[in-house]
C-alpha cells in the first residue's frame, strides 16, 4: 500500500522525540554556528600545513585499518562459514571478541609488550638485541586498531555468508563454475554491501578513536583535538578541527544512508534448508587453524593474558589504586544512569521508526544517528563551548556528563529496541486494541513485555559503551571526578602499568557481567521469533 | 427480516492514486454471516479493517447496531466499536498462555468461569497453560477465536483465518468455527479469497473486485446466477463461450439448445458453461470429435480436463474416473444445461429459460 493518509504520528510520540533530537543536535549545531561565526580567524588557521599533515594521518590510518581488517575478516569468516574446519563454533564464538577490548587497554598492552624497555625487548636483550623498531605512532596505532576492529566486519560477513542460499553454489557449480570462480563472480559481489557496511563501522571507529591514538602518539583528529584543548590558549584551532572531523563523518553517515536505502540484497531465505557443501581442509586444517589462533592470540588472548598478569602483580606488590572502590562505583553509577536515560530519551523515537514510515520519521531517525557517528571528543568539546556560554551551572556536573553520554549512544538502544519491535507481528497490537485496551494499556501490556529483551539488550549495550568511554568523560568530568577509564587512561600515561592494568581489568569483569544475562534473554527471544 | 448489526453506506477509501474501497453498501442482519470473497489486492482486507476502525474511510457512514461509528461528525476508536477480530495468522499474544491471552480482555473476577468454558467449546481444556509457540496453527486460531468471544463482541471479523493451515485442518475448523458462531447468534464477516470457503461459511456472499462489490446474494443465487462474466469466471469456475442466439435457439461450437424466447431475436453473446454441465466421450466412426484433450489433471476421485475446442476456444469440465480419455485423444464434448442459462450481451447480464 502506498503512503496512509491516517498513519499520522501521534502527537504523544512526536513531541517528545523531536525534543530529544532537538536537545541532541543542540550541541553540534552550535559549534558550527559558532565556528562560522569567526570564519576569517577560521580559515586563517585551518590552511595551514599542520592541518593537512593531521589530515594525511587520519587518511592513511583510515585507510590502512580498513583494508587490513577487511583481509582477516574476509579469511577468517571464509574459514568459519565455508570449510569444514574442526571446533568451529569455538572460533566463530571468540573472534568476535576483541570486539570488548577498549582502544586505550589495547594500546597499553602493545606499549607494555612492544614498547622500548618492553617485555618483549626485556626478553630479546640475552640475545643481544637492545632495541626493537619503535612502535609508537603510526605502526602501533595500526596494529591496535586493525586488531580491535576487524570482528565489526566479521559480523555482518559472517551473518551475511550464513544467509547466502546454498542452492546458488549448487547452481553454478552445475552449470560447470569452479568453487573459486563461483566465489568471485557470485557470493563475493553479493556480500558487498555487507562488507561496506562494516567497513563503514571501522572507518567511524578508527576516526573516534581516541584511546589508542592518545597512548601511542599517533597525530590524528581526536588527539590533536585534546592536544590543542588542553594546551592552547585559544580554542579556535581545536573548534575547527573538531568542525572538520564533524563534517567529515556526517558525510561519511550521509552516504551509508544512501547505501542502506539501495537495499541489501544478500538477505535471501534464512530458512533454506538444503545444507552447505563444505570446503574440504584436509592437509590445510592445521594450518588454517594457526591463522585462526593467531589473529586470536594478538587480539585477545595475549592482551588479556598480560593485563591480569600485570594486574596480578599489581596486588601482589600492593600498587592497587586507592580508590579503586570509589573508581568501580562512579563508572558503574554513570553507566547505569545513563542506559536509563537513553530508554527514557530513545524509545519514542523508536516507536515512531519503527512503526512509521512518513519523511519524519526517517528525518529522526537519520538525525538521531549523527551523534552516535561524530567522535566523542567533538562531542565533548561542544558540549564545553555551550556549557561555558550557555549553562554554566551545569558546566562540569556528572548531570551534563550523562547528557553528553546519552546524546552519544542513545541510537544503539534506538537499533535494538526498534529492531525488537520490528519482528512484532503489528496484528498482535492491533488485536489488544480491538479487545479494548488503550494506547498506553497496549504499550505496557503487549509491547513493552515482548520487546523488553530489546529494551535490556539496548540498554546493556548503552551501559558497556558508556563504562569503556574515555575522552568525553576526561573533558566533561568535574575536575575530581574519575571514571575507571579516565583511571586507566591517567595511570598508563604516567607510566604506572600496574595500576592501569587493575582497573582495566575491573571494566572488563563489570563489562561482562550484562553479556550473561543478554545470552540467556536472547534464546527466551529466539523462541518468540520461532513462534512468528 | 431481522434487525441489521452492520450498515456501510457508500464507504470509499484511496491509498495515494489507488481506490481500495469504491463506494461499497453492505448490510448484514443479526446473526448472519456475510462471506466476502475476491482475489488479492480487491480491498476486502482494507474494508475489514474500516469496519474494525484501524483504517479510516475518505467518505461515507458505517453504523453497527444501529450505532454511527463513522461518519462526518462520529469516528469511533478501535476500542469502543465493541468488535472481535480474527487474523490471519491468529495474532496471539506470544509472551501469554492460552488462558491469559483468552482473558486479556476480562476483569479478574470473571476470568475463570469465562476462559473456562470457553476453553471447552474450542476443545483445548487440556492446553490452557501452554504457550503459543507450543500450540500448532489450527489450536492458535482457537484460540484467537475463544479470545475474541471473550469480550461478547456485538459483531465478529475474520481475515482470512484458515489459510495458513493445511487443507485438511482446514475443512475440519471451518465447520467447527461455523458451527460456534452459529451458536452465539454473532453477526460476522468472513473474508476470503477461496470460492470454496465462502460458500461453505457464508449465509451470503458478496463477491468483490476493484475495490467494489460486484454482486450479493445467499450462496447459491451468486454461484447459478452470476451478475458479471467476472463473477462467473471467478467465483464459478465456470467457461465462457462464445455463442449465437437465433431462431429460438442458442448456438455455441459445440452445441445448439432449444430456447423458450421470441423467436426474432438474433445476436453473439457469450454464454456460462459450468463444467458439471459437460460431459466428453471419445470419439467414434459415426460421429467425429470436436476438441481435442490438453490437459488432464488427476484430482482422487476426479479427472480435471483441460479440452481445446476445433475452433480453439477451451474448456474445463470435471469427470469421474470411471471413463478415462487419453490426453491428446480427440473427443466429442456434450453440453447439456437445465432450467435456464447465463448469458452475457457486451457485459450485461441475461438469463434464458432452457426450452
Known amino acids: 500500500m502506498n503512503a496512509d493518509v491516517s498513519n499520522k504520528i501521534p502527537r504523544m510520540l512526536l513531541l517528545p522525540a523531536v525534543f530529544v533530537v532537538f536537545l541532541s543536535l543542540l550541541p553540534i549545531g552550535y559549534l558550527f554556528i559558532r565556528t562560522f561565526g569567526s570564519l576569517s580567524d577560521l580559515i586563517y588557521i585551518l590552511f595551514r600545513l599542520q592541518v593537512l599533515l593531521i589530515f594525511i594521518k587520519t587518511a592513511l590510518l583510515v585507510v590502512t585499518v580498513c583494508s587490513s581488517s577487511m583481509l582477516i575478516a574476509l579469511l577468517s569468516c571464509w574459514l568459519v562459514t565455508r570449510t569444514d574446519i574442526k571446533f568451529k563454533a569455538i572460533w566463530s564464538g571468540m573472534l568476535p571478541m576483541p570486539l570488548v577490548v577498549p582502544s586505550y587497554v589495547g594500546a597499553f598492552i602493545i606499549i607494555i609488550v612492544l614498547g622500548p624497555k618492553g617485555m618483549l625487548q626485556k626478553a630479546l636483550e640475552p640475545f643481544g638485541i637492545l632495541n626493537l623498531p619503535d612502535i609508537y605512532g603510526f605502526k602501533g596505532a595500526w596494529l591496535t ?140 586444517q592445521i594450518p588454517a587453524s594457526i591463522v585462526l589462533g593467531s589473529i586470536l592470540l594478538i587480539g585477545l588472548i595475549i592482551p588479556l593474558f598480560f593485563l591480569m598478569y600485570l594486574a596480578f602483580q599489581g596486588v601482589v606488590t600492593d600498587q592497587v589504586p586507592k580508590n579503586l572502590l570509589s573508581l568501580s562505583v562512579n563508572s558503574v553509577m554513570v553507566s547505569v544512569i545513563t542506559a536509563i536515560a537513553a530508554f527514557g530519551a530513545g524509545s519514542s523515537i523508536a516507536l515512531i521508526t519503527a512503526k512509521y514510515k512518513s519523511r519524519i520519521a526517517v528525518l529522526l531517525e537519520n538525525t538521531s544517528y549523527i551523534g552516535f557517528g561524530i567522535p566523542g571528543i567533538v562531542i565533548a568539546l561542544s558540549l564545553v563551548f555551550f556549557g561555558a556560554n550557555y549553562a554554566n551551572i551545569l558546566y562540569q556536573t556528572i548531570p551534563f556528563l550523562i547528557f553528553g553520554y546519552t546524546i552519544m549512544f542513545m541510537p544503539a538502544l534506538i537499533g535494538a529496541f526498534k529492531s525488537s519491535l520490528l519482528t512484532l507481528n503489528p496484528r498482535i497490537e492491533e488485536s489488544a486494541k480491538i479487545l479494548g485496551e488503550s494506547e498506553i494499556g497496549t504499550f505496557r501490556r503487549i509491547l513493552l513485555p515482548i520487546t523488553s529483551p530489546g529494551i535490556y539488550y539496548g540498554m546493556s549495550l548503552v551501559f558497556l559503551l558508556t563504562i569503556k568511554e574515555l575522552p568525553v568523560t576526561l573533558i566533561l568530568g568535574p575536575l575530581d571526578f574519575g571514571t575507571l577509564a579516565t583511571a586507566l587512561w591517567n595511570a598508563s600515561e604516567e607510566a604506572f602499568f600496574l595500576e592501569a592494568a587493575i582497573s582495566g581489568v575491573v571494566i572488563i569483569v563489570i563489562s561482562i557481567i550484562p553479556i550473561f544475562g543478554l545470552n540467556k534473554l536472547t534464546n527466551e527471544r529466539s523462541l518468540w521469533v520461532h513462534y512468528k | 427480516m431481522g434487525t441489521l448489526q452492520i450498515e456501510l453506506k457508500n464507504i470509499s477509501k484511496r491509498f495515494g492514486n489507488t481506490k481500495a474501497v469504491n463506494n461499497v453498501n453492505l448490510k448484514v442482519e443479526k446473526g448472519s454471516i456475510l462471506s466476502i470473497v475476491g482475489p488479492s489486492g480487491c480491498g476486502k482486507t482494507t474494508l475489514l479493517r474500516l469496519i474494525a476502525g484501524f483504517d479510516h474511510p475518505d467518505q461515507g457512514e458505517l453504523l453497527i447496531n444501529g450505532n454511527p461509528m463513522w461518519d462526518q461528525d462520529n469516528n469511533v476508536p478501535v476500542q469502543k466499536r465493541n468488535t472481535g477480530m480474527i ?105 476470503t479469497h477461496d470460492q470454496q470457503e465462502a460458500l461453505e461459511m457464508g449465509d451470503q456472499i458478496a463477491l468483490m473486485k476493484d475495490g467494489q462489490i460486484e454482486q450479493i446474494g445467499i450462496p447459491e443465487e451468486v454461484y447459478l446466477n452470476p451478475k458479471t462474466q467476472f463473477a462467473a469466471e471467478f467465483f464459478c469456475q465456470a467457461n465462457i463461450l462464445n455463442c449465437e442466439i437465433d431462431q429460438g435457439k442458442i448456438t455455441t461450437f459445440i452445441s445448439e439448445i432449444d430456447l423458450d424466447i421470441d423467436k426474432n431475436t438474433s445476436r453473439a453473446m457469450k454464454l456460462v458453461v459450468y463444467p458439471h454441465q459437460l460431459r466428453i466421450e471419445n470419439s467414434s466412426k ?70
Open chain 2, 286 to 355: 459415426t460421429e467425429e470429435g470436436n476438441a481435442f484433450v490438453k490437459k488432464r489433471i488427476f484430482q482422487g476421485n476426479t479427472y480435471n480436463y483441460t479440452l481445446e475446442l476445433l475452433n480453439k476456444e477451451t474448456v474445463n469440465l470435471i469427470q469421474s474416473m470411471s471413463e478415462i480419455v487419453e490426453e491428446g485423444s480427440s473427443v466429442v464434448v456434450r453440453y447439456s444445461p437445465s432450467g435456464f442459462v447465463v448469458c452475457f450481451d457486451k457485459g450485461d447480464q441475461k438469463t434464458f429459460v432452457v426450452a
Open chain 1, 145 to 284: 586498531l586493525t586488531f580491535l576492529c576487524y570482528p565489526y566486519i566479521f559480523l555482518t560477513l559472517k551473518s551475511a555468508m550464513e544467509n547466502i542460499d546454498p542452492a546458488l553454489q549448487e547452481i553454478a557449480q552445475s552449470s560447470g563454475y569452479s568453487y573459486w570462480k563461483y566465489f568471485l563472480k557470485i557470493e563475493l559481489p553479493l556480500l558487498r554491501p555487507a562488507i561496506t557496511s562494516g567497513s563503514i563501522l571501522v572507518i567511524l571507529y578508527t576516526l573516534s578513536d581516541f584511546g589508542a591514538v592518545s597512548l601511542l602518539r599517533y597525530q590524528t583528529f581526536t588527539w590533536s583535538i585534546y592536544l590543542q584543548y588542553q594546551a592552547a590558549f585559544d580554542r579556535t584551532l581545536a573548534a575547527g578541527l573538531s568542525l572538520i572531523l564533524a563534517l567529515i563523518v556526517i558525510l561519511i553517515l550521509y552516504f551509508e544512508s544512501k547505501m542502506r536505502k539501495n537495499g541489501y540484497y544478500y538477505r535471501t531465505n534464512a530458512r533454506a534448508s538444503t545444507s552447505r557443501p563444505l570446503f574440504k581442509l584436509n592437509k590445510w
Open chain 2, 87 to 191: 487474523f490471519q495468522d491468529g495474532a496471539l499474544f506470544p509472551h501469554l498462555n492460552v488462558q491469559q491471552n483468552i482473558g486479556f480482555a476480562i476483569n479478574k473476577d470473571q476470568i475463570k468461569s469465562t476462559v473456562g468454558s470457553l476453553l471447552e467449546l474450542v476443545g483445548l481444556k487440556a492446553k490452557e497453560t501452554n504457550m503459543p509457540h507450543e500450540l500448532s496453527g489450527g489450536e492458535q486460531q482457537r484460540v484467537a477465536l475463544a479470545r475474541s468471544l471473550a469480550t461478547n463482541p456485538s459483531i465478529l471479523l475474520l481475515d482470512e483465518p484458515f489459510s495458513n493451515l493445511d487443507i485438511q485442518i482446514r475443512k475440519e475448523i471451518r465447520t467447527e468455527v461455523k458451527s460456534i458462531l452459529k451458536l452465539y447468534d454473532m453477526t460476522a464477516i468472513f473474508v
